[in-house]
């Protein structure tokens, strides 16, 4: 059974950072698809970024140039580093697991961004 665990989500004040994690087990972690996507009440649940098995990654124009997606396949980690926070990227962040069969999502981690 999969299992994707978020922590590292808080309150910050807009131009601060974060540093999201997301610990993954029961799967096959190194040769699947990690991603990050956000949801606020009332949208639709977004993409973030996504970075494959091989670690090419993929970023939403909204983030890209302050966030950074990584991975780590020794520990079963994947990780979102988030710099210049804006107001705007408040939302509950989740993390995800694609694998051939279907994907994992994570419970989400809540990200504040203060003005």
């Known amino acids: 059974q999969v299992q994707l665990v978020e922590s590292g989500g808080g309150l910050v004040q807009a131009g601060g950072s974060l540093r999201l994690s997301c610990a993954a087990s029961?799967?096959?972690?190194?040769?699947?698809?990690m991603g990050w996507y956000r949801q606020v009440p009332g949208k639709q649940r977004e993409l973030v970024a996504t970075?494959?098995?091989?670690?090419?990654?993929n970023y939403a124009d909204s983030v890209k140039g302050r966030f950074t997606i990584s991975r780590d396949n020794a520990k079963n980690m994947v990780y979102l580093q988030m710099n210049s926070l804006k107001p705007e990227d408040t939302a509950v962040y989740y993390c995800?697991?694609?694998?051939?069969?279907?994907?994992?999502w994570g419970q989400g981690t809540q990200v504040t961004v203060s003005s």
């Open positions: 995800k697991m694609a694998t051939w069969s279907r994907d994992y």
């Open positions: 970075i494959t098995s091989g670690g090419s990654t």
């Open positions: 029961g799967g096959i972690f190194t040769v699947n698809t």
